[in-house]
C-alpha cells in the first residue's frame, strides 16, 4: 500500500464538524466527531455558517465561532489513512485509561507478532433486516474467507455474543437498533466489559453510536476490552468497501477509501457517504492476517571490519524466506538489502555502511485468501547497532578562474570576506540540502565546491554528497577544515566516481571507480584521473591542469547563456557572483577573458544538467 498513515493513540482532541444526523434521529443532530479532519489535507474548514443548538447533547451543538466547523461532507478526498484509539472515559470497563491503553497495545503486539491465532472465518448478525445496513459483513467477508466460511442469521441463526463467547472468528460484524453504549440484539459496552468475545475485527451499526465522543461508548468499548478486539467501525452507515483487506492492504487504506467513496461502491444509507462522521476505531496499520515472526537477531562485525554477519531464530509456519533491511538510525527508513527470499537464518552483509549499522529481519509467507495470493511480510525483528569506521578519501584539484601559477591559486574572496559561511549549492541547479556551515572560514580558502561520490554500478546514481572548502593548494577539506572527507552512508572499501562541481567551473567526474578508504588520495587536477580528461581539463601550464573557467549557470555547457549571466553582472564590486569567473570578488573584462576560451566546452553527460 502507498500512503502515509495517521495513528491517533490516546486521548487527542476530538473535531467536531456538520450539521448531520446519518442514523435518522434528529435529537443529536448538528456536530458530529470528525477524525477525517486529520486526514483531509487541502481544503479550508470553515466556523461561520452553522447554527443549530436543537439536539440533547451539548457536544452536538454548532454555532458559529465555536471550534466546531460548518462542513457535514468531507470538502475533498483525503489523503492521510486515519485510524484512533481512544479509551478515556470508559467507566464500565475501567476508568484508568492508562492501564487501558496498555491492554490494547500489548493484545496488538501479540496479534502482529503471531502469538495467538483466530480462526479465518467471518460472523454477521444483521437485526435491521431490510435496511441493507449489513452488506458492509456481507460482501466483504467472502472474499477475505469464502462464503463457505461465513456464517449469519439468516441461515446459520448466528447470534454475535454466543458463537464469539463460544469460538473465535477473525472479522464480525453485528447490527441493530441501538443507543450510546449498545446495539438491540447484539451487544452493549457491558458486554465487552465482561465477556471476551473472540474476535479481531468488528464493525457494529446502529443508532446512536457512531456519535462516539461520550462515556463509554459502544463504538470504542472493543478497543478497551480484554477481548483480543483491535478495530471497530459503523460500518454499514454509510457502506464500507474493505476487499482490499483480503489480500493484504491495512485496514487504513480501507478506512481511507470507505471516507472518499462517492459512489463508485454503492450502500449509501440516508445520503452517509463522504459525511465526515466516518471513522476508524483503532490502529490504522493492521492487516487481516497475522504470522509468526524470527526472532534473536543479532549483528556482529568480522575481524577485518569490512562486513557483518547476522543470525537470527526461525519463524514458525511455512514460510518462503527473510527479507533483509538495513538503516543507520531507527529515527530513518530501512532499506531492503536482498533480491530474494534468504532461505536459511544467517546472512552476511559484504557491504556495510561506515558508522552505524542497524538490521531488520522479516518473514515472507505466500498467503493465501479467498481473493488470491500475496506475499505476507512479518512483523520485524531489530538487531542491536554495529559501529564501524567511517571510511574517508583525499582529494585535490585546481580551478582555471584563479589559478596563479606553480600549483598555487589565490584566496582572494576569502581575503575580501566574500565567502559566504554556508554551502551555497541548495540553490538551482544543484538543488544539494545539505547543512554544511562554518563559524569562521579557514585560512587559504578559495571558495565552496560540491563533491559527489557515484555509484559504480551506475555513475548518475550519487551515493553521498557534500560541500567543502577548495584551498590555494588545491586541497578539498571539509566545512571543519579536515582533508579526510567522510561519507557515513558508504561502505568502507567501496568503489566510487568522484564528481567535482564549482559555482561556475565545467564539472568533472574521475575516470574510474575509485577505492573509498582511507589510504585513498586522489588527485583530480591530472588528466589521466579524469574522463575524457585531455578535453575536460584547462592546461593551466607548467604540466598543471584545473577545472574549466566560465561555465556560470552551472549546466555543464558553456555558452553565450552564460556570457549572458556575466554580462548582466558586469562591473559589480566585492560581490560573490557567479560572473566573477576569476573569483576575485568583481565582474569584469577578467572574467571574461577566463570565459571566452572556453566557449562551447561541454562537460560529461553525466554530470551535465
Known sequence: CIGLTLFILGHIAVPYSGNIYPDGHPDHQGAWPADVYYAEMNSTWTDVTVNNTVANRPENDNIPDDGKFDQSAIPSDVELQV???????????????????????????????GAFTVQRRGL????????????????????????ANVVDNYVNGADYVTLLTAGDYLFTYGCGGGWYQGASGVASTGTWATDSLKTVFTSLAGSYFGDWDNADAFLRAPLASKSPTLINFWGGIPHWPIHYFAMGDPIGLCTKLSQNNGGL?????????????????????????????????????????????LSWTAATGSILGYHIYRTDSLHKAFTLLNTSPVTGTTY?????????????????????????????LSTGTISNAVNLPVPFLKIKTLLQGPYAGGGQMNATLKSKDLIPLAQPYNIAPWNYAGTENTALIPSNVVDWVLVELRSKADSTVIRGQKACFIKTDGQIVDANNNTELSFPGLS??????????????LAVLSKTALAFNNASSHNLSLPANILDGGTQLANLGDGYYGLKAGDCNANGTITVADFNIYSSQASQIAVYKAGDCNLDGNVTISDFNKYQPNTSAIAVAVVRY
Open 83 to 113: 485510524g484512533r484509539v481512544d479509551v478515556y472515559n470508559m467507566p464500565s470497563i475501567n476508568p484508568d485509561d492508562v492501564v487501558l491503553m496498555k491492554q490494547y497495545l500489548n493484545k496488538n503486539h501479540a496479534f502482529r507478532t
Open 492 to 505: 568502507p572499501g567501496e568503489n566510487v566516481f568522484i564528481a567535482l562541481r564549482h559555482r561556475n567551473h
Open 348 to 376: 552476511q552483509d559484504v557491504m556495510p555502511m561506515g558508522g552505524q549499522n542497524i538490521y531488520m529481519v522479516r518473514a515472507v509467507l505466500l498467503e493465501n485468501s479467498a481473493s488470491g495470493t500475496y506475499h505476507n
Open 265 to 309: 461502491y454503492d450502500g449509501n444509507f440516508n445520503g452517509a457517504q463522504r459525511s465526515i462522521h466516518i471513522a476508524l476505531m483503532g490502529d490504522p496499520t493492521l492487516r487481516l492476517h497475522n504470522m509468526g515472526m524470527p526472532t534473536l537477531l543479532t549483528a556482529t562485525p568480522t575481524l577485518d571490519q569490512t562486513k557483518i554477519d
Open 124 to 147: 454477521v448478525d444483521d437485526n435491521f433486516m431490510g435496511y441493507n445496513i449489513a452488506i458492509t459483513g456481507l460482501r466483504n467477508f467472502p472474499p477475505m474467507f469464502d462464503a
